[in-house]
């Protein structure tokens, strides 16, 4: 009996996918054989993308979570034209386009980067949120699905709770997702783990649930149609598939569903390669090639999808006809440009916590900036993103109209919900809680630098100033972790992440101006709880702030050359300033003052503005509220450096800065024996 052309092209996928992880020696071909049948089915019955215009916006957009099964996704890349087969046979090596984990490549159909399970999913529930929010604003013409496929271990990740919350709360009806359920995981089958019911979980949480044979092409299909189909919730398909479908061992017997297949090649798992490919109907001398009537089905599919496409961007050009001003909204939304803001016009209060000068600059953002989306961990009213939400209103079921997102208690979700934001592109995703949960965010922070995506990170709290709350609250070393984001460079060679601890009011302004332009790396802005004494000015405050755009900038220069340089970002530059003006009055030393809201920035200057700012053998004296090493780099190994070497305490926050040094006397007596 001859195979049906969709088990064909599935078997396709199948001997591409374990040819790659054969040929590399390395990789996940079980997983990537199992769910051969539903992306085969998905991309070439379902998807709706535009094949000669990839970056097109109301395409249908695919995550794949499991990182892991990049030999499939390639694999069915390479039918729809996007990958070669010399692209598939390097595999995992030095330079290729197929790295061992897919990395975002909109031109080649690769939506997202996954690796650490459990983010592409949630990174897809940001997706459809984008497009609730965009289609609320431009009608239903630009309506799109968004697609997702999980296995066992990214449901089981815990950020997996809050992306099911989320979506099933919010309606989100167009996102359908395939739980790719075979049992297997790397080092067990999932029963040694655990005994949950998942269908009734994501039922609870508001989801269709449709359960089908995962190998089976006519329930995956008819599967994919009930859930296009849904007007109210998103669906989760739970296909029961079979690890490492098709595999043969040398006598010929089955070596399907093998925890050994999850992670290693075939020909090293037990099985016998040869026989494998054999079976399903390739060449082992020559696995790497397209069946001929494989590759006639997608080329007919691909004129089918650019004909569909052709016809819905003719009917968005009868829209733009006649909504110009709408149509003009639009392509500045998607054009990836930071929107223009006077920023000189806000008016900030003096003498006031940072966090609240973020509040005033968000809600100017919230009258202007139309496309911002701002979300926060249940914490709106604390970290000052209420400022935005004032001006507008929470999404809820059926209603994308406002601009500001409800996370609840999930930094983790939150963040990469609002890297799924960034990747679908139209809007600018802002995510606010306070600095200690940052904790609990970076592994999407780090995807987020990793793709380069310009999600705006708002963290407030940033110290042991956190006061009676205590240590569990009071960020110590979290600044020196995320300042290791500054040094470290992308691909392309800049600071991965823009980081930010202004010194006062008018330089939170400043760094939000910082952060809004920057639309190539994330920001984050690292902001006080307490109150902030005006660092001192001649003239425009504001001018004078814009100074921070270099990364560091003397606040108070003395005539001639220095006798101490005294640096800080953040709270202690305003201590440090009340520190100098001791030192100049009781001693006549000569004090300049510098604000380092960010390494990173200054590093990039030329070398002679940084020596103009930290000139060169002049004693330093650095203050943090973090750990010393945040400031070696600038202080350098003849300075010296006040900050914390343990946990913060209990108590008022003038208390602790009083019991820890955190005042102008203390500036004064370190500076002192230093100098001394």
């Keep these: 009996m001859s195979k049906s052309i969709e088990v064909k092209a599935a078997d396709n996928i199948r001997i591409l996918a374990a040819s790659m992880v054969e040929k590399a020696k390395s990789g996940h071909p079980g997983g990537a054989m199992g769910g051969a049948d539903f992306v085969h089915i998905l991309y070439s019955e379902f998807l ?4 000669s215009d990839m970056t097109w916006a109301n395409r249908d957009r695919f995550f794949l979570d499991p990182g892991h099964m990049s030999p499939m996704l390639y694999s069915v890349l390479a039918l729809g034209g996007f990958y070669s087969m010399e692209d598939l046979a390097n595999f995992r090596q030095w330079g290729s386009v197929t790295p061992g984990h897919p990395e975002v490549d909109v031109a080649r159909g690769v939506e997202n980067t996954s690796g650490p399970l459990g983010q592409g999913h949630v990174m897809a529930v940001g997706a459809a949120i984008a497009e609730r929010f965009l289609v609320a604003r431009f009608g239903e013409w630009m309506a799109h699905k968004t697609y997702a496929f999980i296995s066992d271990g990214g449901v089981q990740e815990e950020i997996s709770q809050g992306a099911g919350r989320v979506a099933g709360y ?3 009806n167009n996102l359908i997702m395939f739980y790719d359920s075979n049992d297997i995981q790397l080092s067990t089958e999932t029963d040694a783990v655990s005994l949950e019911d998942t269908a009734k979980k994501y039922e609870a949480w508001n989801w269709k649930v449709i359960t089908i044979e995962g ?6 299909r008819a599967a994919l149609k009930e859930a296009n189909a849904e007007t109210e919730r998103p669906t989760l398909i739970i296909g029961k598939t079979i690890m490492g479908k098709g595999a043969l061992t040398s006598d010929g017997s089955s070596f399907e569903r093998k925890c050994a297949t999850h992670g290693m090649p075939l020909g090293e798992a037990g ?3 040869e026989k494998t490919i054999a079976n399903l109907g390739g060449n082992p001398e020559n696995p790497f090639v397209i069946f001929d009537d494989v590759k006639a089905l997608y080329e007919t599919r691909k004129a089918e999808l650019i004909a569909a496409a052709a ?8 829209w733009e006809a006649a909504n110009p001003e709408l149509a003009a909204k639009l392509a500045k939304f998607f054009s990836k440009e930071a929107p223009a803001f006077d920023f000189s016009k806000v008016e900030q209060k003096a003498n006031t916590a940072t966090r609240a000068a973020s509040s005033t600059v968000l809600a100017a953002f919230a009258d202007e900036i139309e496309n911002m989306i701002v979300s926060s ?10 400022g935005f939400l004032k001006k507008t209103t929470s999404f809820t079921k059926g209603d994308f109209s406002g601009s500001f997102f409800q996370a609840g208690v999930s930094e983790l979700t939150m963040a990469a919900i609002m890297n799924g934001m960034a990747l679908h592109g139209g809007v600018i995703p802002v995510c606010g809680t306070f600095f200690v949960f940052s904790d609990y965010m970076k592994p999407a922070l780090r995807l987020s630098a990793l793709m380069e995506l310009p999600v705006k990170f708002v963290w407030t709290h940033d110290a042991f100033r956190v006061g009676e709350d205590g240590p569990t609250h009071q960020p110590v070393e979290q600044e020196a972790q995320i300042r290791l984001m500054e040094k470290l460079k992308n691909h392309n060679g800049h600071n991965s992440t823009l980081v930010l601890r202004p010194a006062d009011a008018n330089e939170a302004t400043v760094a939000w101006k910082m952060a809004l332009e920057n639309t190539s790396t994330p920001s984050a802005l690292i902001l006080s709880r307490q109150n902030i004494k005006n660092l001192p000015v001649t003239g425009n405050a504001y001018e004078a702030a814009l100074q921070a755009e270099k990364g560091a900038y003397v606040v108070i220069k003395p005539e001639g050359t220095p006798d101490v340089v005294l640096l800080a970002s953040g709270s202690e ?4 300033v009340a520190g100098a003006e001791l030192l100049t009055e009781k001693d006549g030393l000569k004090v ?7 390494e990173g920035v200054f590093r990039n200057q030329p070398k002679e503005y940084q020596q103009s700012v930290l000139p060169l053998g002049i004693p330093r004296f650095g203050m943090t509220a973090g750990l010393p090493v945040t400031l070696e780099g600038l202080v350098g190994e003849n300075g010296k450096i006040w900050g914390l070497d343990s946990f913060g305490f209990s108590a008022p926050y003038t208390v602790l800065d009083d019991k820890l040094g955190f005042n102008g006397e203390n500036v004064y007596n370190q500076v002192k024996q230093m100098l001394a």
């Excluded at 190998?215 to 995956?220: A, E, S, T, V």
């Excluded at 530059?573 to 440090?576: D, E, G, I």
């Excluded at 300049?592 to 960010?598: A, I, K, L, N, W």
């Design 48 to 51: 709706n993308y535009d094949p």
């Design 170 to 172: 919010l309606g989100l």
């Design 215 to 220: 190998n089976d092409i006519g329930q995956i």
């Design 271 to 273: 099985a016998s390669f």
């Design 311 to 318: 016809a819905k961007k003719a009917a968005q050009a009868e």
């Design 377 to 386: 961990a249940d914490l709106s009213n604390s970290d000052k993103t209420d």
């Design 573 to 576: 530059v305003a201590t440090l």
């Design 592 to 598: 300049q003052v510098v604000s380092v809201p960010s």
